[in-house]
């Protein structure tokens, strides 16, 4: 009999620890999970991932000891609180982690580059496929983008299944023009260069009198860089030159387009210091790829994002480590899932759609899309675009480091790949947020922008004369002295930004020197 009530305490005894042990188990896979992600993503230092997993590992253990037993009522409330609220946390907390790291891994990705090539024909002709224009005479342009052309007629001719008849021009005007006096049936070019007809007197109304018929691509890798091959090295380096491109491509981010936004970004990880460079949109340079023809900056991007770092590089004397690049059109969807922005405008203006007053003002999507977009309502344009397009950005990260962005993180992690093109390797984004987490403090972010003075000239990618802007050199130098301070670890602010008369006096000695033999001296 004894014995009998023995054996039934000692069952009941065991089932008093079943509840604890059940939930013990489930946390210690929670936690084994959340550690084993931590590690994955690179992100924490090694101290500090040591430390957080004794930590998380004791409470999980404090919660088991707890839960030893229903008998002790008061203990095991306890213990399932702690347990439930330790499990909670590091399932949420893991699966930010995961959803972060895979996304940021996927934006860093080798990406090719699309450049939409398409077939135009006057708005009235008859012809509704390839098929249709099969004995069609092409007209193509003879020299310009020829590489893109080329290929994009091989995909038609496959297409046809047999060869096309071709008829040349030597400019992008002189092409609109043989399309709409009938000269040729059709023509075939890169879409990007509509957008350049539509900002073209007189030509502003060639989309409304054709139609586009067809379109292939024709795909290019984009440049990649050294350190994305070996995820493995996590070094960063103490200075990082980063060019930043927006567009508002029509075909959208991986498809190549006018870049309408050149930041070249110079951070010093050491220093804590990043300088922020605009060069405004119709800058007129050489392009890398134009034999010293000079060209409209935001014209580079037609031919890939590599020639417009390359661009940029002629231009600056430097090298870029890395290129980010932003679609505004989907930065739009960003906006409106951080819940809007706040900035400081501080000219008022207005658009076809909204009123920007001086002050605080803040912007829901579009209404930050047309903010950044315009620049027409400024007596110095593109240069006063440029520093409202900083605001956007610097506003948007100001805004996602707040406690706000968690509330609708899944979505903005879905805007950020609709919107964000990059080369910087995942393990150099890791080494970054680790060195925050180890050494703490903010960061100094200086703006400049180079300035210039209208004119008109005919540029490489079109065949009469435009608006450019031609670069004022007192400006350039004073960007490239500013990068170089950054780099060398000096703390600069913003009032170092402001040109001296030591400056011009220096860029006017330089002008009869290298720079007149870089092939920007003109």
């Known amino acids: 009999m004894a014995g009998g009530i023995k054996g039934v305490h000692k069952m009941s005894k065991w089932k008093c620890r079943i509840p604890g042990l059940v939930i013990t188990l489930v946390m210690a896979v929670v936690v084994a999970a959340f550690i084993t992600v931590l590690t994955w993503t690179q992100m924490v230092p090694t101290h500090l991932l040591i430390a957080g997993s004794i930590a998380v590992v004791m409470l999980a253990a404090a919660g088991a000891l707890l839960m030893r037993s229903t008998a002790f009522k008061v203990q095991f409330v306890l213990g399932t609180l702690l347990s439930v609220v330790l499990t909670a946390v590091l399932v949420i907390s893991g699966y930010y982690l995961y959803a972060t790291t895979s996304t940021l891994s996927r934006i860093s990705e080798t990406r090719t580059q699309s450049t939409p090539v398409a077939v135009f024909v006057r708005a009235d002709d008859p012809a509704q496929s390839i098929q249709d224009a099969a004995a069609y005479t092409f007209g193509i342009l003879s020299a310009l983008d020829r590489t893109n052309t080329d ?84 070094e960063i380096k103490d200075v990082y030159t980063i060019y930043i491109s927006g567009s508002d491509s029509r075909e959208g981010l991986y498809t190549v387009g006018r870049s309408d936004v050149n930041i070249i970004a ?49 231009l600056y004397e430097t090298k870029f480590d890395y290129y980010f690049r932003l679609d505004f059109t989907g930065f739009k969807g960003i906006v409106d899932a951080l819940g809007g922005i706040t900035l400081y405008n501080d000219i008022a203006f207005s ?32 240069i006063q675009r440029g520093k409202n397009q900083m605001k956007v950005i610097s506003a948007v990260i100001e805004k996602a480091m707040s406690p706000d962005i968690l509330m609708n993180y899944t979505s903005i992690l879905e805007s950020l790949e609709d919107c964000f093109d990059m080369n910087v390797p995942y393990s150099d984004i890791a080494g970054l947020v680790r060195l925050q987490l180890t050494e703490g403090g903010s960061w100094n972010v200086v703006q400049y922008s180079v300035t210039g003075y209208g ?68």
């Not at 999507?365 to 344009?381: N, T």
């Open 151 to 234: 290929a994009g007629l091989e995909q038609i001719e496959t297409a046809l299944g047999s060869a096309v008849a071709t008829e040349e021009y030597t400019g992008l005007t002189q092409l609109a023009d043989g399309l709409l006096a009938g000269d040729c049936d059709a023509i075939v070019m890169n879409l990007a260069y509509i957008d350049v007809l539509a900002e073209t007197e007189g030509y502003t109304d060639f989309e409304s009198k054709i139609r586009e018929l067809d379109m292939v691509h024709v795909e290019t890798a984009t440049s990649v860089p050294e350190a994305i091959a070996n995820l493995g090295d996590v």
């Open 266 to 314: 110079t951070i010093n990880t050491q220093t804590r210091q990043v300088l922020l460079v605009t060069t405004p949109r119709d800058y007129y340079v050489p392009l890398s790829i134009s034999d010293g023809i000079p060209d409209k900056l935001t014209h580079a991007g037609i031919y890939g994002v590599d020639v417009s770092m390359e661009t940029l590089e002629m």
């Open 351 to 382: 658009t076809s759609k909204y009123d920007y007053p001086v002050g605080v003002n803040t912007l829901d999507g579009d209404e930050a899309l047309q903010f950044a977009r315009e620049r027409y309502a400024f007596i110095d344009g593109d």
């Open 455 to 522: 004119d008109t000239q005919v540029p490489y990618s079109m065949s009469i004369p435009v608006y450019v802007m031609q670069p004022d050199y007192d400006t350039v130098y004073k960007a490239q002295e500013l990068m170089d301070r950054v780099a060398n670890g000096e703390i600069i602010t913003q009032a170092d930004t402001e040109i001296t008369e030591d400056d011009s006096d220096d860029a006017a000695e330089d002008s009869y020197g290298e720079t007149t033999d870089s092939g920007y001296g003109y």
